[in-house]
Antibody, heavy 117, light 110 residues
Framework: QVKLLQSGAALVKPGASVKMSCKAS????????VSWVKQSHGKSLEWIGE????????NFNEKFKGKATLTVDKSTSTAYMELSRLTSEDSAIYYC??????????WGQGTLVTVSS | DIVLTQSPALAVSLGQRATISCRAS??????????MHWYQQKPGQQPKLLIY???NLASGIPARFSGSGSGTDFTLTINPVQADDIATYYC?????????FGGGTKLELK
C-alpha cells in the first residue's frame, strides 16, 4: 500500500533553515508528482509546490518561491523540502502528498516545524 | 488565486444528514470535469481524501459520503452522520494553479 513517511519534528532558530524528508513506498516513486502542503496551527491548508521525481521538474505557489526548495533522491524514493530564512510565520505542520492530477490522494503524517529562539 | 469559502462550523445530530457547502470565487469546472475535491481531517491526523472531481468517492470511503455541484457551488453530504464523522472538512480546487483550499468546516454534534 502507498505510504509516505515523513521526518520528525524540528525546533529551529529564526533565520536558520530546515530540511525535511518524505520517504515513499508502495508505488513507483518516479511516476507521480509529490506536493508539499503547509498547515499553520489551527488553520487551513496551503499548497507550497510540487516536484516530479522522474525529471526533478518543480512548480511553486508564488507565495513560497524563494522560501521552499524541493528535491528528490530517486535511489531512496525520498522527497525533500528545505525551508530557508525561517521566521515565526513558518511554524506549522508540513505534509507531503502524492498528487493525482492536483488532488491529494495520499498524505504523510506531517512534520511539525517550530521556529523559536 | 481562486478563493474557496466554507462556513466555519455545522452542528448536526447523529443519524441525520449533514450538508457542507463550498463556494468558489470563479468557476472550477472545465467541460464535464468539476475540479473540486473534499478532505476530512481529524485532530492530530493528516487530511484524508473523501471525494475527487466533485462526486467521485475515493477508495475505501463509505457510501454515506457523497459530493455534488458544478461551476462555483459544491456540496459534501454525509448521510447518516456517525460519531466517527466528527472532524473538519476542507474543499480544494485544482482548476487553476495554485491549488487552493477552503477554510474548513468543523462538523460538531448538536
Amino acid at each position: 500500500q502507498v505510504k509516505l513517511l515523513q521526518s520528525g519534528a524540528a525546533l529551529v532558530k529564526p533565520g536558520a533553515s530546515v530540511k525535511m524528508s518524505c520517504k515513499a513506498s508502495g508505488y513507483t516513486f518516479t511516476d507521480y508528482w509529490v506536493s508539499w502542503v503547509k498547515q499553520s496551527h489551527g488553520k487551513s491548508l496551503e499548497w507550497i509546490g510540487e516536484i516530479y521525481p522522474n525529471s526533478g521538474a518543480t512548480n511553486f505557489n508564488e507565495k513560497f518561491k524563494g522560501k521552499a526548495t524541493l528535491t528528490v533522491d530517486k535511489s531512496t524514493s525520498t522527497a525533500y523540502m528545505e525551508l530557508s530564512r525561517l521566521t515565526s510565520e513558518d511554524s506549522a505542520i508540513y505534509y507531503c502528498t502524492r498528487t493525482g492530477t492536483r488532488w491529494f490522494a495520499y498524505w504523510g503524517q506531517g512534520t511539525l516545524v517550530t521556529v523559536s529562539s | 488565486d481562486i478563493v474557496l469559502t466554507q462556513s466555519p462550523a455545522l452542528a448536526v445530530s447523529l443519524g441525520q444528514r449533514a450538508t457542507i457547502s463550498c463556494r468558489a470565487s470563479q468557476s472550477v469546472s472545465i467541460s464535464r470535469y468539476n475540479l473540486m475535491h473534499w478532505y476530512q481531517q481529524k485532530p492530530g491526523q493528516q487530511p484524508k481524501l473523501l471525494i475527487y472531481r466533485a462526486s467521485n468517492l475515493a477508495s475505501g470511503i463509505p457510501a454515506r459520503f457523497s459530493g455534488s455541484g458544478s461551476g462555483t457551488d459544491f456540496t459534501l453530504t454525509i448521510n447518516p452522520v456517525q460519531a466517527d464523522d466528527i472532524a473538519t472538512y476542507y474543499c480544494q480546487q485544482s482548476r487553476e494553479s495554485p491549488p487552493t483550499f477552503g477554510g474548513g468546516t468543523k462538523l460538531e454534534l448538536k
